[in-house]
Protein backbone atom coordinates (compact mmCIF):
# COMPACT_ATOMS: atom_id res chain seq x y z
CA UNK A 1 0.00 0.00 0.00
CA UNK A 2 0.95 3.90 -0.96
CA UNK A 3 1.82 5.14 2.43
CA UNK A 4 1.71 9.21 1.77
CA UNK A 5 4.69 11.09 3.24
CA UNK A 6 3.58 13.98 5.03
CA UNK A 7 4.91 17.51 3.34
CA UNK A 8 4.77 20.23 5.96
CA UNK A 9 3.81 23.83 4.87
CA UNK A 10 5.18 26.65 6.35
CA UNK A 11 4.24 30.32 6.26
CA UNK A 12 7.48 32.18 6.32
CA UNK A 13 7.05 35.90 6.85
CA UNK A 14 10.38 37.39 5.44
CA UNK A 15 11.24 41.17 5.90
CA UNK A 16 12.07 42.90 2.97
CA UNK A 17 15.60 44.49 3.93
CA UNK A 18 17.10 40.87 4.94
CA UNK A 19 15.62 37.64 4.67
CA UNK A 20 13.63 38.15 1.48
CA UNK A 21 16.54 39.50 -0.12
CA UNK A 22 18.34 36.49 1.61
CA UNK A 23 16.31 34.24 -0.02
CA UNK A 24 16.80 36.25 -3.50
CA UNK A 25 20.35 35.44 -3.21
CA UNK A 26 20.00 32.04 -2.62
CA UNK A 27 18.46 31.27 -5.41
CA UNK A 28 20.92 33.64 -7.25
CA UNK A 29 23.37 31.63 -6.23
CA UNK A 30 21.63 28.14 -6.95
CA UNK A 31 21.43 27.35 -2.94
CA UNK A 32 18.40 24.88 -2.64
CA UNK A 33 16.33 24.74 0.18
CA UNK A 34 12.82 23.00 0.33
CA UNK A 35 9.89 23.88 -1.07
CA UNK A 36 7.74 23.55 1.78
CA UNK A 37 7.85 27.52 2.55
CA UNK A 38 5.48 29.88 1.46
CA UNK A 39 7.40 32.76 1.90
CA UNK A 40 5.11 36.30 2.52
CA UNK A 41 7.05 39.57 1.72
CA UNK A 42 6.76 42.13 4.65
CA UNK A 43 8.36 45.64 4.87
CA UNK A 44 9.42 44.97 8.30
CA UNK A 45 8.84 42.36 11.02
CA UNK A 46 7.08 44.79 13.18
CA UNK A 47 4.37 45.03 11.29
CA UNK A 48 3.68 41.36 12.05
CA UNK A 49 1.35 41.21 14.73
CA UNK A 50 0.20 38.17 16.80
CA UNK A 51 -3.21 38.13 14.20
CA UNK A 52 -0.83 36.97 11.38
CA UNK A 53 0.77 33.83 13.06
CA UNK A 54 -2.80 32.60 14.93
CA UNK A 55 -4.78 33.18 11.46
CA UNK A 56 -2.21 31.53 9.61
CA UNK A 57 -2.01 28.40 12.14
CA UNK A 58 -5.39 28.28 12.34
CA UNK A 59 -5.92 27.87 8.90
CA UNK A 60 -4.27 24.94 8.25
CA UNK A 61 -0.19 25.99 8.46
CA UNK A 62 1.86 23.54 9.92
CA UNK A 63 4.13 25.95 10.97
CA UNK A 64 4.93 29.88 10.93
CA UNK A 65 8.48 30.85 10.37
CA UNK A 66 9.76 34.74 11.15
CA UNK A 67 12.61 36.00 9.44
CA UNK A 68 14.15 39.16 10.49
CA UNK A 69 16.89 41.23 10.45
CA UNK A 70 20.01 40.69 13.12
CA UNK A 71 19.24 42.37 16.04
CA UNK A 72 20.51 45.92 15.94
CA UNK A 73 20.30 45.85 11.91
CA UNK A 74 16.88 46.22 11.65
CA UNK A 75 15.95 48.81 8.70
CA UNK A 76 13.49 50.55 11.35
CA UNK A 77 15.85 50.72 13.94
CA UNK A 78 13.95 47.93 16.36
CA UNK A 79 11.02 46.33 14.63
CA UNK A 80 12.78 42.96 14.46
CA UNK A 81 12.73 43.35 18.73
CA UNK A 82 8.70 43.91 18.83
CA UNK A 83 8.75 40.93 16.60
CA UNK A 84 10.45 39.09 18.66
CA UNK A 85 8.68 39.99 21.78
CA UNK A 86 5.21 39.75 19.64
CA UNK A 87 6.13 35.63 18.38
CA UNK A 88 7.78 35.12 22.23
CA UNK A 89 3.95 35.69 23.13
CA UNK A 90 2.06 33.98 20.51
CA UNK A 91 4.40 31.07 21.65
CA UNK A 92 2.95 31.47 24.97
CA UNK A 93 -0.57 31.58 23.46
CA UNK A 94 0.21 28.72 21.52
CA UNK A 95 0.94 26.49 24.86
CA UNK A 96 -2.27 27.84 26.19
CA UNK A 97 -4.40 26.40 23.58
CA UNK A 98 -2.36 23.52 23.49
CA UNK A 99 -0.21 23.48 20.31
CA UNK A 100 3.51 22.83 19.83
CA UNK A 101 5.13 26.27 20.21
CA UNK A 102 7.87 25.05 17.68
CA UNK A 103 5.20 25.23 15.25
CA UNK A 104 6.22 29.13 15.42
CA UNK A 105 9.67 30.29 15.37
CA UNK A 106 11.51 33.78 14.73
CA UNK A 107 15.37 34.11 13.10
CA UNK A 108 17.35 37.06 12.78
CA UNK A 109 19.12 36.60 8.99
CA UNK A 110 21.15 39.03 7.29
CA UNK A 111 20.66 39.94 3.43
CA UNK A 112 24.03 38.77 2.54
CA UNK A 113 22.82 34.74 4.40
CA UNK A 114 21.62 32.77 1.90
CA UNK A 115 23.39 29.24 3.25
CA UNK A 116 22.10 30.20 6.60
CA UNK A 117 18.66 30.95 5.30
CA UNK A 118 18.70 28.02 3.98
CA UNK A 119 19.07 25.75 6.68
CA UNK A 120 17.01 27.74 9.10
CA UNK A 121 14.35 26.76 6.57
CA UNK A 122 15.27 23.07 6.48
CA UNK A 123 15.34 22.78 10.31
CA UNK A 124 12.51 24.13 10.10
CA UNK A 125 10.70 21.53 7.62
CA UNK A 126 12.54 19.03 9.68
CA UNK A 127 11.18 19.87 12.70
CA UNK A 128 7.25 20.38 11.72
CA UNK A 129 7.92 17.12 9.92
CA UNK A 130 8.89 15.30 13.62
CA UNK A 131 6.14 17.48 15.14
CA UNK A 132 3.23 16.03 12.13
CA UNK A 133 0.62 17.71 10.17
CA UNK A 134 -1.13 20.57 12.11
CA UNK A 135 -4.32 19.31 14.32
CA UNK A 136 -5.77 22.16 12.84
CA UNK A 137 -5.90 20.88 9.02
CA UNK A 138 -8.94 18.62 8.52
CA UNK A 139 -6.80 16.01 7.93
CA UNK A 140 -4.55 17.06 10.78
CA UNK A 141 -3.47 14.74 14.39
CA UNK A 142 -7.26 14.18 15.67
CA UNK A 143 -8.40 12.35 12.82
CA UNK A 144 -5.36 10.55 12.46
CA UNK A 145 -5.29 9.49 16.07
CA UNK A 146 -9.07 8.50 15.89
CA UNK A 147 -8.62 6.71 13.18
CA UNK A 148 -5.87 4.10 15.03
CA UNK B 1 -9.28 54.20 32.15
CA UNK B 2 -10.38 50.94 33.22
CA UNK B 3 -7.48 48.23 32.61
CA UNK B 4 -8.42 44.61 32.63
CA UNK B 5 -6.67 41.34 31.57
CA UNK B 6 -7.93 38.16 29.67
CA UNK B 7 -8.55 35.21 31.35
CA UNK B 8 -6.83 31.73 29.89
CA UNK B 9 -7.57 30.28 27.03
CA UNK B 10 -8.40 27.11 28.97
CA UNK B 11 -10.24 28.80 31.51
CA UNK B 12 -12.31 31.17 28.33
CA UNK B 13 -13.20 27.56 27.39
CA UNK B 14 -14.46 26.16 30.26
CA UNK B 15 -16.39 29.26 30.64
CA UNK B 16 -18.30 28.84 27.54
CA UNK B 17 -18.32 25.04 28.14
CA UNK B 18 -22.64 24.52 27.64
CA UNK B 19 -22.75 26.70 23.90
CA UNK B 20 -22.14 25.75 20.45
CA UNK B 21 -22.12 29.28 18.80
CA UNK B 22 -20.76 31.97 21.14
CA UNK B 23 -20.40 35.68 20.27
CA UNK B 24 -17.03 37.06 21.03
CA UNK B 25 -17.82 40.94 21.73
CA UNK B 26 -15.17 43.41 22.08
CA UNK B 27 -15.03 47.09 23.34
CA UNK B 28 -13.98 49.82 21.80
CA UNK B 29 -13.10 52.03 24.92
CA UNK B 30 -10.71 51.50 27.56
CA UNK B 31 -10.26 47.90 26.96
CA UNK B 32 -8.58 48.47 23.58
CA UNK B 33 -6.71 51.22 25.34
CA UNK B 34 -4.80 48.75 27.52
CA UNK B 35 -4.94 45.77 24.92
CA UNK B 36 -6.97 43.15 27.00
CA UNK B 37 -10.55 43.67 24.42
CA UNK B 38 -10.19 45.38 21.59
CA UNK B 39 -10.62 44.23 17.88
CA UNK B 40 -7.28 43.01 18.00
CA UNK B 41 -7.58 41.14 21.27
CA UNK B 42 -11.40 39.90 20.11
CA UNK B 43 -9.39 38.52 16.71
CA UNK B 44 -6.55 36.63 18.69
CA UNK B 45 -8.95 35.37 21.37
CA UNK B 46 -11.22 34.12 18.69
CA UNK B 47 -8.81 32.03 16.71
CA UNK B 48 -7.18 30.65 19.85
CA UNK B 49 -10.63 29.59 21.23
CA UNK B 50 -11.26 28.15 17.98
CA UNK B 51 -8.18 26.19 18.12
CA UNK B 52 -8.55 25.26 21.77
CA UNK B 53 -12.18 23.95 20.70
CA UNK B 54 -10.91 21.86 17.70
CA UNK B 55 -7.90 20.57 19.61
CA UNK B 56 -10.67 19.16 21.82
CA UNK B 57 -12.75 18.10 19.39
CA UNK B 58 -15.24 20.29 20.59
CA UNK B 59 -17.81 22.18 17.73
CA UNK B 60 -17.41 25.74 18.82
CA UNK B 61 -17.97 28.69 16.15
CA UNK B 62 -17.19 31.99 17.61
CA UNK B 63 -18.26 35.18 15.92
CA UNK B 64 -16.58 38.64 16.29
CA UNK B 65 -17.39 41.76 16.64
CA UNK B 66 -16.55 44.84 18.75
CA UNK B 67 -18.65 47.53 19.57
CA UNK B 68 -17.89 51.69 20.16
CA UNK B 69 -18.73 51.06 24.02
CA UNK B 70 -20.40 48.59 26.01
CA UNK B 71 -21.17 50.01 29.10
CA UNK B 72 -23.88 51.68 27.10
CA UNK B 73 -27.44 51.22 25.80
CA UNK B 74 -26.92 53.01 22.78
CA UNK B 75 -23.89 51.13 21.12
CA UNK B 76 -24.81 47.76 23.00
CA UNK B 77 -28.01 48.12 19.79
CA UNK B 78 -25.26 47.40 17.52
CA UNK B 79 -24.57 44.28 18.66
CA UNK B 80 -28.37 43.43 19.30
CA UNK B 81 -28.91 41.10 15.93
CA UNK B 82 -25.09 39.53 16.55
CA UNK B 83 -26.38 38.84 20.09
CA UNK B 84 -29.43 37.24 19.12
CA UNK B 85 -28.13 34.64 16.23
CA UNK B 86 -25.84 33.00 19.27
CA UNK B 87 -25.95 31.60 22.22
CA UNK B 88 -23.63 33.00 24.83
CA UNK B 89 -21.91 36.28 24.78
CA UNK B 90 -18.49 36.06 25.86
CA UNK B 91 -17.77 39.80 26.31
CA UNK B 92 -14.25 40.88 26.73
CA UNK B 93 -15.52 43.88 27.81
CA UNK B 94 -14.95 45.26 31.64
CA UNK B 95 -17.18 43.93 34.75
CA UNK B 96 -19.58 46.93 33.81
CA UNK B 97 -19.74 46.14 30.27
CA UNK B 98 -20.48 42.61 30.88
CA UNK B 99 -23.08 43.57 33.26
CA UNK B 100 -24.80 46.26 30.69
CA UNK B 101 -24.97 43.00 28.71
CA UNK B 102 -26.35 40.58 30.88
CA UNK B 103 -29.10 43.92 32.13
CA UNK B 104 -29.95 44.32 28.30
CA UNK B 105 -30.18 41.21 27.42
CA UNK B 106 -31.80 39.35 30.12
CA UNK B 107 -32.51 35.95 28.39
CA UNK B 108 -29.00 35.67 27.00
CA UNK B 109 -26.36 33.81 28.81
CA UNK B 110 -23.15 36.18 29.29
CA UNK B 111 -20.03 35.38 30.30
CA UNK B 112 -16.66 37.93 31.25
CA UNK B 113 -13.84 37.18 29.11
CA UNK B 114 -11.64 39.43 30.92
CA UNK B 115 -10.41 40.15 34.99
CA UNK B 116 -11.37 43.50 35.36
CA UNK B 117 -7.94 44.80 37.29
CA UNK B 118 -8.03 48.46 38.20
CA UNK B 119 -8.16 52.21 37.09
CA UNK B 120 -4.94 53.10 35.73
CA UNK B 121 -2.68 54.87 33.06
CA UNK B 122 -0.48 53.63 30.86
CA UNK B 123 2.78 53.93 32.69
CA UNK B 124 5.15 53.37 29.71
CA UNK B 125 4.48 51.01 26.86
CA UNK B 126 2.98 47.76 27.73
CA UNK B 127 2.57 48.73 31.50
CA UNK B 128 -0.27 49.90 33.32
CA UNK B 129 -0.62 50.99 36.90
CA UNK B 130 -3.51 52.07 39.39
CA UNK B 131 -3.80 55.42 40.09
CA UNK B 132 -7.37 55.86 41.45
CA UNK B 133 -9.43 53.52 43.74
CA UNK B 134 -12.81 54.98 42.86
CA UNK B 135 -13.08 55.95 46.89
CA UNK B 136 -15.94 57.91 46.27
CA UNK B 137 -14.01 60.74 48.07
CA UNK B 138 -11.07 62.54 46.39
CA UNK B 139 -8.44 63.60 48.54
CA UNK B 140 -6.19 64.28 45.61
CA UNK B 141 -5.93 68.26 46.20
CA UNK B 142 -4.72 68.46 49.45
CA UNK B 143 -1.91 65.91 48.81
CA UNK B 144 -0.39 66.95 45.17
CA UNK B 145 -2.55 65.37 43.45
CA UNK B 146 -0.67 62.50 44.57
CA UNK B 147 -3.12 59.75 46.33
CA UNK B 148 -2.04 58.15 49.40
CA UNK B 149 -4.90 55.62 49.45
CA UNK B 150 -4.69 54.00 45.41
CA UNK B 151 -0.41 54.57 46.06
CA UNK B 152 0.34 54.06 49.75
CA UNK B 153 0.46 50.21 50.67
CA UNK B 154 -1.32 51.50 54.20
CA UNK B 155 -3.56 53.87 53.07
CA UNK B 156 -1.68 56.39 55.47
CA UNK B 157 -3.28 59.62 55.54
CA UNK B 158 -1.18 61.62 57.39
CA UNK B 159 2.80 60.97 56.45
CA UNK B 160 4.78 57.98 55.53
CA UNK B 161 4.89 54.76 57.96
CA UNK B 162 8.72 55.40 58.44
CA UNK B 163 9.07 51.76 57.09
CA UNK B 164 10.04 53.16 53.28
CA UNK B 165 13.80 53.16 52.90
CA UNK B 166 15.07 55.79 50.36
CA UNK B 167 12.19 56.37 48.21
CA UNK B 168 10.76 52.82 48.39
CA UNK B 169 7.85 51.15 49.69
CA UNK B 170 8.65 48.45 52.35
CA UNK B 171 5.68 46.58 51.60
CA UNK B 172 6.58 46.24 47.79
CA UNK B 173 10.39 47.58 47.07
CA UNK B 174 9.40 47.83 43.66
CA UNK B 175 7.12 50.60 44.34
CA UNK B 176 7.76 54.15 45.22
CA UNK B 177 6.79 55.32 48.63
CA UNK B 178 3.19 57.18 47.83
CA UNK B 179 4.63 59.71 50.79
CA UNK B 180 8.33 60.28 49.12
CA UNK B 181 6.79 61.07 45.89
CA UNK B 182 3.63 63.59 48.08
CA UNK B 183 6.46 65.12 50.32
CA UNK B 184 8.46 65.75 46.86
CA UNK B 185 5.53 67.08 44.92
CA UNK B 186 4.08 69.10 47.38
CA UNK B 187 7.26 71.19 47.95
CA UNK B 188 7.74 71.58 44.49
CA UNK B 189 4.25 73.68 43.70
CA UNK B 190 5.56 75.04 47.28
CA UNK B 191 2.60 73.97 49.34
CA UNK B 192 4.60 71.99 51.90
CA UNK B 193 2.57 73.57 54.66
CA UNK B 194 -0.37 71.34 53.62
CA UNK B 195 1.38 68.60 55.45
CA UNK B 196 0.92 70.61 58.68
CA UNK B 197 -2.53 70.40 58.47
CA UNK B 198 -3.63 67.28 60.68
CA UNK B 199 -6.14 65.26 58.75
CA UNK B 200 -9.16 63.49 59.87
CA UNK B 201 -9.68 59.48 59.72
CA UNK B 202 -11.35 59.24 56.22
CA UNK B 203 -14.83 58.53 55.92
CA UNK B 204 -15.41 55.40 53.62
CA UNK B 205 -18.99 55.97 53.40
CA UNK B 206 -19.06 57.08 49.66
CA UNK B 207 -16.77 54.01 48.72
CA UNK B 208 -17.76 50.44 48.14
CA UNK B 209 -18.85 49.32 51.69
CA UNK B 210 -22.29 49.65 51.50
CA UNK B 211 -23.07 48.10 47.91
CA UNK B 212 -23.10 49.14 44.14
CA UNK B 213 -23.18 53.25 44.37
CA UNK B 214 -25.11 55.02 42.44
CA UNK B 215 -25.22 58.73 41.14
CA UNK B 216 -28.31 61.09 40.30
CA UNK B 217 -27.79 64.24 38.75
CA UNK B 218 -32.15 65.47 38.36
CA UNK B 219 -31.25 68.39 36.13
CA UNK B 220 -29.92 66.19 33.54
CA UNK B 221 -33.23 63.69 34.07
CA UNK B 222 -36.27 63.02 31.44
Not at chain 1, 9 to 23: D, E, K, L, M, N
Not at chain 1, 71 to 83: D, K, R, S, T, Y
Not at chain 2, 128 to 150: D, F, N, Q, R, S
Request: charged share 25%; hydrophobic share 40%; aromatic share 4%.
Amino acid sequence: MKTEVFEPRIVAFCCHYCAYSSADLAGVMRIQYPPNVRIIRTPCTGRLETEYFMKALENGADGVLVAGCLEGGCHFVEGNLCAKRRVNYTRDLLEEIGIEKERLRMVNISAAMARPLADTITDMVETIRKLGPSPMKPNGKLKQESCT
Amino acid sequence: MIVAQRKNIPELLAIVEKHRKVLLLGCGTCVTVCLAGGQREVSIIASALRMAAKLKGRPLEVEELTIERQCDNVFLEQAAEAIKRNDAVLSVGCGAGVQAIAERFASKPVYAGLNTAFIGILEERGVWTEKCAACGECVLHLYGGICPITRCAKKMMNGPCSGSREDRCEVNPDRPCAWQLIYKRLKEIGQLDRLKELKKPKIWRSSQSGGCRKIIREDHRV
